[in-house]
């Protein structure tokens, strides 16, 4: 059944919700991540005559929360909650398993609502560009991130761990993550949600130090403290520093504001100050090493004898043109050479277009908007990293979706939509799908599949395992 009533595989369990059939604003929500948890929040709070309905991909909701956040860093999926409060709301109706621009277009959803809101993410990787980009043993992070997080794409990654030395490009969060993750004991990860097949080849990996190299200086670094700190403390590892990369940076401190000040000052004791006692032993016991390489900008990934696998990578050494945030990158000529076996390029994600009719940059890889309304398409808008691009924690992406949702709002009620016209909402998208042979997974579905991975993990001792399968995730909701 659709529309007013949750669709539901067994309409035996079909809820129907009196407070949906009442509502005449139909806005539906093209994503299930943060962005679109948090644009569908703040919509049914700002208005009470809107029906929302978030369409999702995949079976599983929850995007990058679910994908993307560290395993051990279980506190930031808190907001699962929240999450799972707004599909509850009897004015939200939860759609997973249908994938717009490939079973419904966005032609036909802004045909059955009053307002549409792209919330998609940004799914694509920014390449290197460079030779040797393709090799075995090159992976984007996303990838990497994915295999480890379960993402169904990215199950049979099976990424090769028998070498020494992993080479990570770039120096974001999501670098330090993968580092963290590569280094970290398997006693630890074990407790966490991380995908049993993961952790096994990780409790096989031969991968004993992990260079995270960034094109710019130590006050350019894009991560942050916690993660860093988490870096200082790993058990059994040392940190690798080069002394040298750090010099001028006592002085640079007075004048850096406090966040970068705090992230530099834990860089430089790490680097450069004698270590006390009981670090130096602990760091003489380790087994494992990280370490921060500065002003390296990637030429070339080599192969090695047998032509098909990474053994190296080929740098640019950089100089910096400019101070602070706004300095560039500029190659000296000198060129360095790195050995290692594993190459994670962190370099940043990028949205991609998903329906022809949807206006797109390219070059900034969003689509392009003015506070959430998408340019030259009345009814059509944009929240989370489809409209900022990839960047900003959990937080950023709430306060952008809360923009976005305050636009629809007043688009809406100031009469710069025609909602007084009737839309039928997710009853006009039902029958479309059900021609196309494309059947949705309801909240409670989704809430079977939570049970069962809930139920698989405690068997193991952890809080989850992830099903990895989209035909199994529909297996499961379908029992
Ligand atoms: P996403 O989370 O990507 O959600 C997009 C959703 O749209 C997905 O569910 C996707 O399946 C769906 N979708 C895609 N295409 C379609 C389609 N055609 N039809 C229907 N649905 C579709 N932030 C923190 O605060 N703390 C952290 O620890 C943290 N860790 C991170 C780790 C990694 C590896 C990454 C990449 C990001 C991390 N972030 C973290 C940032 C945070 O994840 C983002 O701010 C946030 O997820 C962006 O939300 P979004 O909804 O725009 O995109």
Known sequence: MWGPSCWSFSD??????????????KVCVVGGGPAG??????LLKACQDVQVDIYERLPVPFGLVRFGV??????????ISTFTQTAHHARCCYYGNVNVGTDVSVEELREAYHAVVLSYGAEGNRSMGVPGED???????????????????NRELNPGLDCETAVI????????????????????LKKTDITQRSLD??????????????????????????????????????????ASE?????????????PRKRLTELMLKTAVDPPAEKERQRRQAASRSWGLRFLRSPLEVLAGPDGARVAGIRLAVNRLEGTGDGSVAVPTGEVETMDCGLVITSIG??????DPAVPFDPRKAIVPNSLGRVQQAAGLYCSGWLKTGPVGVIATTMNNSFDTAHSVVEDLTSGCLDATSAKPGSTGIGPLLDKRGVKPVSFSDWEKINQEERRRGAAQGKPREKLLDVEEMLKTART
């Open 135 to 153: 090799l075995e043993g090159v992976y984007p992070a996303k990838d990497f991130v994915g295999w480890y997080n379960g993402l169904p794409s």
């Open 12 to 25: 035996v369990r079909v809820i129907t919700r009196s407070a949906s059939s009442a509502a005449h604003q």
């Open 201 to 242: 080849a990780l409790a096989q990996s031969q991968v004993r130090r992990v260079l995270i190299v960034g094109r710019r200086g130590p006050l350019q670094i894009a991560g942050t403290i916690k993660e860093l700190r988490e870096m200082v403390n790993l058990p059994d590892t040392k940190p690798e520093m080069v």
């Open 37 to 42: 948890f948090y644009t569908a929040q703040h």
């Open 246 to 258: 750090f010099e001028g940076m006592a002085e640079a401190l007075k004048v850096i504001p406090r």
């Open 169 to 188: 490009l770039g120096q974001g969060n999501v670098a330090l993550d993968v580092a963290r993750i590569l280094l970290s004991p398997i006693d630890e």
């Open 70 to 79: 560290a395993p051990d860093h279980p506190e930031v999926k808190n907001v």
């Open 349 to 354: 994600y990028k949205s991609l277009p998903i």
